[in-house]
Nanobody, 126 residues
């Protein structure tokens, strides 16, 4: 069973950039669809971005489309979330998730993912 660990969170000024990383162990991320979700204070977990197991599909949440980019490096067993033009409303704990299934219709749904990291805090200051 894959284990995922997030890193790269921190504090950044609005308009700046930050790159989150998700490292995987006890498994190859090439065998998993990977995703990023986030949860702000007092809010439900929100879909940010995903990359299908085939890497041909990369859906994004409406709030981050055009600003964030998800990518994967199967050789390094890593998934990344590049965050540009960040806004104070991007402040949240960001979670990496993994699921072994194929397909794309379910990628935006948190309940479809089996494996989760502990999260990394991102704070955007104005």
């Amino acid at each position: 069973q894959v284990q995922v660990v997030e890193s790269g969170g921190g504090s950044v000024q609005a308009g700046g950039s930050l790159k989150l990383s998700c490292s995987a162990s006890e498994g190859s991320i090439g065998d998993y669809a990977m995703a990023w979700f986030r949860q702000g204070p007092g809010t439900e977990r929100e879909f940010v971005a995903a990359i299908a197991r085939s890497s041909t599909t990369t859906p994004y949440g409406n709030a981050v489309k055009g600003r964030f980019t998800i990518s994967r490096d199967n050789n390094k067993n890593m998934v990344y979330l590049e965050m540009n033009s960040v806004k104070p409303e991007d402040t949240a704990v960001y979670y990496c998730a993994a699921e072994r299934s194929y397909g794309t219709s379910w990628l935006r749904t948190a309940g479809e993912y089996t494996y989760w990291g502990q999260g990394t805090q991102v704070t955007v200051t104005s």
